[in-house]
């Protein structure tokens, strides 16, 4: 009887670490080469130990995607736990590395107390196989020390953490929500309002990104557009150079930013009265607001739709054979779509 009560007390301590990890809804996404889904729950498992009698909040619901870029892997993790949401980004050379990193965060975000290294846990499995007839084993005697363990191979540095009040820890090494970026890109559109009628533009652009705050420098052209009245008529295009600080909140793939603008535009009229030729180069500033949705196409490559609405505090009024011509409007819009590419990730080490 003494032999069956001590292999279910086993079996208990096994099952419940075992459940505690099973327990979660764990959805990993990663290349062939890096560990299976079966292989991170058991890290999980050996992080935890025997589970907690109880956890007031369960256990959280967690989503892990790793992607392979020249320079290693990334993983975007993230978990939800009592209606609170939390996301690391991690990057690695190995994927062994990620999948450790990952491991350690996920059991942290159920247990606190959680070891930092992984103990490798019993499986329900084996356990189960065991009959009543488990062997008895004897206690130790008090002035007996227990029997020595052979060493283990030295393990692979774990992942060490700065301690963040209200989070999980961050691994070291693991870029923060505002690591930088910096990117490169291209895109069209259509503007009303500034120009006599619609006109086409093109733009380029370079944008820094740090987290969830973004600076973009952009040059555009937009023209050509056409004048007319009684005198003759003139064709009408324009340049800017813009500054675009924008706050971006990104997910896993696709991200939604809200921008302000400031723009120096220079608009370029030429025309042909009923005598005479008549050219004019006037400069002039302009403000706006927009929204842009981005979405990532493939690693490094990033699609976009933008919609703005921009004031011009000064409009010029353009005269022609002495007779008005055009003159811009208060209010103007502008529709772009455009693409661009990521070249680089910064990091900071904790």
């Not at 290294?117 to 065991?130: G, I, K, Y």
């Not at 600076?215 to 056409?226: D, E």
């Not at 793939?253 to 603008?261: D, I, N, Q």
Request: charged fraction near 20%.
């Amino acid at each position: 009887m003494r032999r069956a009560g001590l292999g279910l007390a086993v079996w208990m301590v096994a099952a419940a670490a075992h459940a505690e990890a099973d327990s979660l809804s764990f959805a990993w996404v990663a290349p062939e080469t890096c560990p299976t889904r079966e292989e991170v729950l058991a890290r999980v498992r050996g992080h935890l130990g025997a589970a907690p009698d109880s956890l007031p909040n369960g256990a959280p619901e967690v989503v892990a995607e790793v992607t392979q870029s020249a320079t290693g892997y990334a993983l975007e993790l993230k978990w939800t736990l009592a209606e609170a949401s939390e996301s690391r980004h991690i990057e690695a050379s190995t994927c062994n590395e990620v999948a450790r990193a990952a491991a350690l965060v996920i059991a942290l975000a159920i247990d606190p107390n959680a070891r930092l290294d992984a103990t490798p846990q019993p499986s329900v499995e084996s356990q189960t196989s065991t009959d009543a007839s488990v062997p008895a084993i004897p206690p130790p005697s008090r002035a007996t020390p227990p029997a020595a363990v052979p060493p283990s191979p030295a393990p692979l540095p774990e992942p060490k953490f700065a301690e963040a009040r209200g989070a999980a820890p961050t691994p070291r090494g693991a870029t923060r929500e505002w690591s930088g970026r910096a990117t490169i890109g291209l895109e069209g559109g259509v503007e009303v309002g500034a120009l006599p009628e619609p006109a086409a533009g093109l733009g380029v652009g370079a944008e820094a990104e740090w987290g969830q705050v973004a600076l973009g420098l952009q040059a555009r052209w937009f023209g050509v557009a056409q004048a007319e009245n009684a005198a003759g008529h003139a064709h009408f295009s324009e340049g800017m150079l813009a500054l675009v600080p924008c706050a971006t909140q990104r997910w896993a793939r696709a991200g939604l930013s809200g921008c302000v603008t400031a723009e120096l535009a220079a608009t370029y009229a030429t025309g042909r009265g009923v005598d005479h030729p008549d050219t004019r180069l006037v400069w002039n500033a302009r403000l706006g607001a927009g929204w842009r949705v981005q979405v990532t196409a493939s690693r490094g490559l990033r699609v976009g739709l933008g919609a703005w609405v921009l004031g011009m505090p000064q409009r010029p009024q353009y005269v022609l054979g002495g007779v008005d011509l055009f003159r811009p409007e208060s209010l103007q819009a502008r529709l772009l779509a455009g693409f661009d590419y990521e070249w680089g990730r910064g990091r900071r080490a904790e």
